[in-house]
């Protein structure tokens, strides 16, 4: 087992964790709940294989939806993010970058990462709540949900990579 493969299973169990233990049981004002699982997809290189990624997002919303009983709304939706990743990156990433580059906001800039880290975050948000609730009978909370939950876990998502730009 080499290095990155073992950071990125140590980037899953934290991840897992911190959403089961502490993140599931946090909604303000009833509707937003920080989803910030999310950001393990959002930090794969530029060229990793689609097939590994595939498999990364699966195992990830797998782990969740057995912890957080729910009935794979979790592992559809990020297998999703995982295949649209790529395809979300490239319009961000610079011309002359490398082919194994993070992305970040020291190496996107922090325009593009917060615009690449909201698309991102808006998109899971918007997939998982359509799924969650499999209606638009009350599309009222639907929206809140949406609105909130982004809004809290793109927050979540620069805080921590301030975190790691400065670290």
């Known amino acids: ?3 990155d493969t073992l950071k990125k299973t140590l980037w899953l169990l934290v991840l897992t964790l911190v959403q089961v233990l502490i993140l599931n049981h946090v909604h303000l004002f009833g ?3 920080p989803l910030l699982y999310i950001y393990f997809i959002i930090l794969f290189l530029r060229n990793y294989p689609r ?3 595939l498999l990364w997002g699966f195992a990830l919303g797998l782990l969740v939806d ?3 009983n729910s009935t794979g709304v979790n592992c559809a939706t990020l297998t999703l993010m ?10 961000f990433i610079p011309r002359d970058s490398a082919d194994d580059m993070q992305p970040g906001i020291r190496t996107l800039g922090t325009a593009s990462f917060c615009y690449y880290a909201f698309l ?3 998109i899971f948000c ?6 969650e609730m499999f209606s ?8 809140e949900c949406v609105g909130g939950s982004t809004l809290l876990t793109y927050l979540l998502i620069l805080v921590i990579e301030n975190v790691r730009r400065t670290a």
């Open 51 to 53: 097939w590994a990624l």
């Open 120 to 122: 991102m975050t808006f």
């Open 82 to 91: 995982a295949f649209i990743q790529p395809y979300l990156l490239r319009p």
């Open 31 to 33: 509707f937003a709940t």
């Open 66 to 68: 057995i912890f957080s």
């Open 126 to 131: 918007v997939v998982f709540f359509s799924l």
């Open 136 to 143: 638009f009978f009350n599309i009222l909370f639907w929206l």
């Open 1 to 3: 087992m080499n290095v």
